[in-house]
């Protein structure tokens, strides 16, 4: 039934967590020194890309990342900062602002590499539903034991995609 080299499957699942976190830790670490972004930059600037005319808003922003005000108003200043969005007065109101990403945001995304969630998305979509939601259970099984299902997350999101804010904010809301 098991047919893990370990002995104890206990320890398998442990290095099996400890590999995934490693994995997200090393992509985090290479998009920095390779490209100076950190993932939710560069998951802002993919959304950007696929918004009509690269513009997009800071709600929607928040609703993508499930970030608070603070945190996108912070990762929207560092993106500034580097040239790779505007910030654009919405209708001639400046309390309200739309960012658009610029020419050098465009061409910084050309070199960036498919995120790790991207590449799981599209393996996890090519699944049959049984096996996707024997992954799930697995999933949520390893939540409980780590009284970690009441922790929020963000939804994996892929920067092919274009994303509907609203619908993602209908999702956290209920």
């Known amino acids: 039934m098991y047919n893990s080299p370990i002995e104890n499957p206990s320890t398998d699942i442990f290095i099996k967590i400890r590999k995934i976190v490693r994995a997200i830790n090393l992509e985090s670490k290479t998009l920095t020194k390779e490209f100076g972004l950190s993932i939710a930059q560069l998951l802002c ?3 950007l890309e696929k918004s009509p005319n690269y513009i997009s808003n800071h709600k929607e922003l928040m609703a993508l990342l499930s970030l608070n005000s603070s945190t996108i108003t ?6 500034a900062n580097k040239g790779l969005v ?3 007065a919405k209708g001639g109101d400046r309390r309200t602002t739309n960012l658009q990403l610029t020419a050098s945001g465009i061409k910084l995304l050309e070199g960036t590499p498919n995120l790790l969630h991207d590449r799981l ?5 090519a699944l049959p539903h049984a096996e996707k939601m024997q992954v799930c259970k697995s999933l949520d099984l390893i939540l409980r034991a780590l009284d970690a299902e009441h922790i929020e997350a963000a939804k994996l999101l892929s920067i092919e995609e274009p994303v509907n804010p609203e619908e993602q904010v209908k999702t956290l809301e209920t």
């Open 45 to 47: 600037l993919g959304h």
């Open 74 to 79: 912070g990762i929207v200043n560092r993106l």
């Open 121 to 125: 998305s599209k393996r996890l979509k």
């Open 86 to 88: 505007t910030r654009m």
